[in-house]
């Protein structure tokens, strides 16, 4: 039997609504590449602890190669398990899905028996389907428990998907949010005007993943016309690899952003201008000089400089740090010291790795 979303604790529904900071949970790995179970419980108590509203595991940053190695289940399982054992706070828990139909569904049940509230549909795998072929796979995991639609951007592995489909995937009764990271302004528009040609903007909540534009993402009011009309939508929170560090400043930044759009008052210039820094470091962490091929790496030299992690390995041997970068993580935290969370994690970490 499937999971609708109405079958959702109601508290759940309403963080996922509301906006909250979910980070894309990274994997620990120790000095063999062997899966690092204290370090990975450290980094969901540190999520926690930081006022993240949920947690994404299972997704790119987690590494799609944990589906080859045997760690799906047991990555997932250690998420949920820590989490609950670390909180009584309701937080909203989604894995990520990936591969064709069969893999996606397989995953989406695994994701469903351990607790998890919804699933991060992620179709690169799907390369040369129709515009029928997709919907019909989102469907499929759909039946299963509710899905977030995910809009990848190409340059790490996502397809090109136009207004039509975001058009169709919003009338899908089961899905309750969307991820948009094309990281370009005008696929994320595409998104918007698919979910209102649909009707469905009161049931799908707009996430960020363009870490290209955090901020301005969130600040932005965004008008899309409908029958004569405008219809304004919010992108109201932030499911992100770049969230993945510095967390407790990404709460303390929605926190803000999410006072000023309730307030109704004006924006202030100082809010919006975080928009470029921390574009910066996200520069920085996800290797845009070399085309994002440390954005993994990255985020791991951040927490194992903070103590979090004990190495930056990944699974696949040929990811790491790529030349010059490790250089770069030194000047964004130079400029931009009030960004980061070190003392926050350096206040904590015994009491994490315990």
Same mark, same amino acid.
């Given at each position: 039997?499937?999971?609708?979303?109405?079958?959702?604790?109601?508290?759940? &529904?309403? %963080?996922?609504?509301?906006?909250?900071?979910?980070?894309?949970?990274?994997?620990?790995?120790?000095?063999?590449?062997?899966?690092?179970?204290?370090?990975?419980?450290?980094?969901?108590?540190?999520?926690?602890?930081?006022?993240?509203?949920?947690?994404?595991?299972?997704?790119?940053?987690?590494?799609?190669?944990?589906?080859?190695?045997?760690?799906?289940?047991?990555?997932?399982?250690?998420?949920?398990?820590?989490?609950?054992?670390?909180?009584?706070?309701?937080?909203?828990?989604?894995?990520?899905?990936?591969?064709?139909?069969?893999?996606?569904?397989?995953?989406?049940?695994?994701?469903?028996?351990?607790?998890?509230?919804?699933?991060?549909?992620?179709?690169?795998?799907?390369?040369?389907?129709?515009?029928?072929?997709?919907?019909?796979?989102?469907?499929?995991?759909?039946?299963?428990?509710?899905?977030?639609?995910?809009?990848?951007?190409?340059?790490?592995?996502?397809?090109?998907?136009?207004?039509?489909?975001?058009?169709?995937? =919003?009338?899908?009764?089961? =899905?309750?949010?969307?991820?948009?990271?094309?990281?370009?302004?005008?696929?994320?528009?595409?998104?918007?005007?698919?979910?209102?040609?649909?009707?469905?903007?009161?049931?799908?909540?707009?996430?960020?993943?363009?870490?290209?534009?955090?901020?301005?993402?969130?600040?932005?009011?965004?008008?899309?016309?409908?029958?004569?009309?405008?219809?304004?939508?919010?992108?109201?929170?932030?499911? &992100?690899?770049?969230?993945?560090?510095?967390?407790?400043?990404?709460?303390?930044?929605?926190?803000? %952003?999410?006072?000023?759009?309730?307030?109704?008052?004006?924006?202030? &210039?100082?809010?919006?201008?975080?928009?470029?820094?921390?574009?910066?470091?996200?520069?920085?962490?996800?290797?845009?000089?070399?085309?994002?091929?440390?954005? %993994?790496?990255?985020?791991?030299?951040?927490?194992?400089?903070?103590?979090?992690?004990?190495?930056?390995?990944?699974?696949?041997?040929?990811?790491?740090?790529?030349?010059?970068?490790?250089?770069?993580?030194?000047?964004?935290?130079?400029?931009?010291?009030?960004?980061?969370?070190?003392?926050?994690?350096?206040?904590?970490?015994?009491?994490?790795?315990?």
């Amino acid at each position: 039997m499937g999971l609708h979303r109405t079958d959702l604790p109601d508290e759940v &529904l309403a %963080i996922l609504q509301r906006g909250a900071v979910i980070p894309a949970h990274p994997l620990a790995l120790d000095q063999n590449r062997q899966f690092d179970r204290r370090r990975q419980r450290a980094l969901t108590r540190y999520y926690v602890d930081a006022g993240s509203g949920g947690l994404a595991v299972g997704v790119h940053t987690t590494q799609f190669a944990i589906r080859e190695t045997g760690l799906y289940e047991p990555v997932l399982r250690a998420a949920a398990e820590d989490a609950a054992a670390w909180t009584k706070r309701p937080l909203v828990m989604v894995a990520g899905v990936a591969g064709r139909t069969e893999q996606a569904v397989a995953e989406a049940r695994v994701a469903r028996d351990l607790g998890y509230h919804a699933v991060l549909v992620s179709m690169g795998a799907l390369k040369g389907f129709d515009h029928a072929q997709l919907i019909a796979h989102c469907r499929a995991v759909a039946d299963e428990m509710p899905i977030i639609g995910f809009y990848m951007q190409s340059a790490v592995g996502g397809i090109d998907l136009d207004a039509r489909f975001w058009q169709d995937f =919003a009338s899908i009764d089961n =899905a309750v949010a969307i991820k948009m990271a094309p990281f370009n302004r005008y696929k994320t528009l595409d998104v918007m005007k698919g979910v209102v040609a649909a009707g469905a903007e009161d049931r799908i909540t707009f996430y960020t993943g363009n870490d290209d534009h955090i901020v301005a993402d969130l600040l932005t009011p965004f008008d899309i016309p409908r029958d004569g009309g405008m219809v304004r939508l919010r992108v109201r929170g932030g499911l &992100l690899g770049h969230w993945s560090v510095w967390t407790r400043s990404a709460v303390q930044l929605l926190d803000r %952003i999410h006072a000023v759009a309730d307030s109704g008052s004006a924006l202030p &210039l100082d809010l919006a201008a975080l928009d470029s820094r921390v574009t910066d470091c996200n520069a920085a962490f996800f290797d845009v000089a070399n085309h994002f091929h440390g954005c %993994i790496a990255g985020c791991h030299e951040v927490l194992r400089r903070q103590g979090l992690l004990e190495t930056i390995l990944c699974l696949d041997p040929e990811e790491g740090l790529s030349k010059g970068q490790a250089g770069e993580i030194d000047r964004v935290y130079a400029s931009h010291p009030d960004l980061a969370d070190d003392a926050f994690v350096a206040e904590n970490l015994e009491r994490w790795l315990a």
